[in-house]
């Protein structure tokens, strides 16, 4: 399989899961990207997307915004892949400008927020 690519075992999905992500997560904003991040036992980095609703009242902004984060993910998840093996993320990525900005701009602020990911997350661990 493609190290690039965002299988299903990718993906955080579960009522349970992501109650306990924002439960226990922390998070920081990368403008335009709000990220609640935890460690977790899992496999794989494990990664969801979301767009409000109250913010974009149509489903095809909210979806054209959610494949663009997607997408920038995809590219860039190498930066999390190359942690140890043993350190693992459940993540969420929130978008929360008002308005529609370009993929340039959401790409810029997923490569910000996935160094910034890596540093925390690495801190979390020695600290633990």
Same mark, same amino acid.
């Given at each position: ?87 693992? =993320? ?6 929360? =400008? ?31």
């Amino acid at each position: 399989m493609s190290e690039l690519g965002l299988s299903k075992s990718k993906r955080l999905k579960g009522e349970n899961a992501v109650k306990e992500l924002f439960a226990n997560g922390n998070s920081f904003v990368c403008y335009p990207l709000r990220v609640v991040y935890m460690c977790s036992g899992d496999e794989n980095n494990r990664v969801m997307f979301s767009v409000a609703k109250r913010l974009f009242k149509r489903a095809v902004w909210r979806n054209t915004l959610k494949r663009r984060m997607r997408e920038a993910y995809r590219l860039h998840q190498k930066q999390l892949n190359d942690l140890p093996e043993d350190v693992k =993320a459940r993540i969420c990525y929130s978008y929360i =400008a008002r308005e529609e900005l370009p993929y340039a701009v959401i790409e810029k602020a997923m490569i910000k927020s996935m160094r910034k990911l890596c540093k925390q997350i690495m801190e979390v661990r020695e600290q633990a």
